[in-house]
């Protein structure tokens, strides 16, 4: 079976991007081959989204630290999976707490089947994983159950929304870091230390990657406004139709400007249909996209900073490609 696309990273020579195409290849089998069950409807639903696509990226940030180190350690493959499994978990359970219709172009498995049975997918994946997990160690059972600790307290403090006399601004940014970044953290981490890398790249690879995810994430936010059509990937406007507050809505909000009356007001709630544009308008010529912005850059420049202590290999030529990637798909 064909690997999925590896994430187009320039600078990356022929045959690190062959490494990791093989490496993906390994894991998509091995991925497939984990959700089996003897009941064949519980085989359909778990590889529903597996099916439905995606670039296993994270998959590919363990095989890509795992170069640091023997990339060809039997506990590599595994524990990409295993990243792999989680994250597909948390979006059976997202679509629940979301209603998506939609996911990766498919109906997602709450629209085709039922809520039940795609938060009882996702909790399959998990146990999946984790009977992968048993034979990899404690220590990356200890690192794992740290991350789904995090992943779940960013989905419930995100649910919560900030206490009172909690800035809005920094609680949004640390359930971005425990939400997105943390599992991409640990696709770095799992790499480096399943090949066995010096504890100084493991710590480096661990941080570097979770400000990448931060900055993903924020990336996204400011696609979702300044995109002018879905080629993206998002329909510009997703975020103010469903009434989030992304960073740069809540730098607006955050303002006291009685030039900024209207955009407040329109952003009090989810945006109607007929005030979209409008809001759109309005945030695209707003400082608060250059000031998210900057804290997107900020976040990347971090990750730089870690990684250009690494050895100097191919894959860290790859990595920092994929900082100046995270920076310019923001527009």
């Not at 991925?31 to 696509?53: N, P, W």
């Not at 990226?57 to 795992?66: E, G, H, I, T």
């Not at 049975?117 to 690192?143: C, K, M, N, W």
Request: net charge negative.
């Amino acid at each position: 079976m064909a690997a999925p696309p590896v994430v187009d990273l320039p600078f990356v020579d022929e045959r690190l991007a062959q490494d990791l195409a093989d490496g993906l290849a390994e894991v998509e089998k091995l991925l497939r081959s984990s959700v089996e069950s003897r009941d064949s409807f519980v085989t359909e639903a778990s590889r529903h989204l597996i099916e439905a696509g995606g670039k296993r990226f994270r998959a590919m940030l363990v095989l890509l630290a795992a170069q640091f180190g023997s990339s060809g350690a039997s506990g590599v493959v595994p524990g990409a999976v295993v990243i792999e499994l989680t994250h597909l978990a948390t979006l059976y359970h997202d679509d629940v707490m979301d209603e998506a219709p939609v996911r990766r172009g498919s109906p997602s498995a709450n629209a085709r089947w039922n809520n039940t049975v795609a938060i009882l997918t996702g909790d399959y994946l998990f146990a999946q994983a984790s009977e992968i997990l048993a034979d990899l160690g404690p220590e990356i059972i200890r690192i794992q159950a740290q991350t789904f600790s995090r992943l779940v307290r960013g989905q419930i403090r995100e649910t919560m929304g900030p206490r009172e006399g909690e800035d809005p601004i920094t609680h949004y940014i640390d359930v971005l870091a425990d939400k997105t970044g943390s599992l991409i953290a640990t696709s770095g981490r799992f790499g480096a230390l399943l090949a066995g890398a010096a504890p100084e790249v493991v710590d480096r690879l661990t941080r570097a990657c979770e400000a990448i995810g931060v900055g993903w994430q924020l990336g996204d936010d400011l696609l979702d406004v300044a995109s002018e059509s879905a080629d993206s990937g998002k329909t510009p406007g997703t975020d103010l139709r469903e009434g989030v507050h992304t960073l740069p809505m809540l730098y607006v909000l955050a303002s006291e400007s009685p030039e900024d009356a209207r955009l407040r007001e329109l952003l009090a709630g989810p945006v109607a249909e007929e005030d979209v544009e409008e809001a759109l308008r309005l945030l695209r010529a707003h400082p608060a996209m250059d000031r998210a912005r900057a804290e997107l850059v900020s976040w990347v420049d971090r990750a730089r900073k870690d990684l250009s202590g690494l050895p100097d290999i191919p894959a860290r030529a790859a990595y920092l490609a994929l900082c100046d990637y995270v920076i310019e798909r923001s527009g």
